[in-house]
């Protein structure tokens, strides 16, 4: 059950081993699509396409697939202060469907498929969306899954890395590969972002998708 007041610790008591384990590749993928996404969420939050808490579920959705310990307690603070129910937080944390409405349906099973497919969702999938919710709405439903994945590749490996130094390491996990994913991923991120940024100049959102 979430509640207000969780601490971190106890957050990271829940879990001992990898639901997902990603490479240090993957995380500089994910870095290098930062850029775009930060940019559509700066265009949503001009033109209030989609509301905070229709971003924050499907953030929800990515981090449920992903199974990130310090992201989901983060995000869970984020969704209680914009009012959403522990009851609603809790659904999403873990894969209930019961509090997700008609409008947003297709957009959470897209998130779940996004995280499923490690970032790289299927073109045909992202064309349903844009089918559905129109090409500005899909690329902010895309933007969101994009920084949560970020977040995710980097949260995973620092969660595993405090519940070792509460003496509880994670199953097929190092301290080396803990250790490696966090120092490694504050050294690569202003690399990743120039690439990206320049990336943002010459592709589409299209370019990083299963065809």
Do not use: W
């Not at 059950?1 to 490479?23: A, C």
């Not at 045909?124 to 129109?134: L, N, P, Q, R, T």
């Not at 890395?161 to 590969?177: A, E, H, I, N, V």
């Amino acid at each position: 059950m979430i509640i207000k007041n969780i601490k971190i610790p106890d957050v990271i008591g829940l879990s001992t081993e990898y639901k997902r384990k990603f490479s240090f590749s993957e995380m500089y993928r994910a870095y290098v699509l930062i850029p775009g996404a930060v940019f559509q969420m700066i265009r949503n939050k001009r033109k209030k396409l989609l509301s905070n808490d229709f971003i924050e579920r499907i953030q929800l959705a990515v981090t449920e697939v992903n199974g990130c310990a310090i992201c989901s307690y983060a995000h869970t603070y984020l969704a209680l202060k914009q009012g959403m129910s522990n009851e609603e937080i809790y659904s999403f944390l873990s894969g209930d469907s019961a509090f997700i409405s008609q409008e947003e349906a297709k957009a959470i099973l897209f998130a779940q498929h996004f995280a499923d497919k490690r970032g790289f969702p299927k073109e045909d999938a992202y064309k349903s969306i844009i089918d559905e919710y129109g090409e500005e709405k899909a690329g902010i439903i895309l933007a969101s899954a994009r920084l949560m994945i970020a977040g995710n590749i980097y949260g995973i490996p620092y969660s595993a890395f405090q519940s070792r130094l509460y003496g509880k390491p994670f199953k097929d996990s190092t301290l080396m590969y803990e250790a490696g994913m966090q120092i490694g991923g504050l050294l690569i991120l202003p690399i990743a972002l120039i690439h990206g940024l320049l990336k943002e100049l010459i592709s589409s959102p299209k370019s990083d998708m299963d065809r």
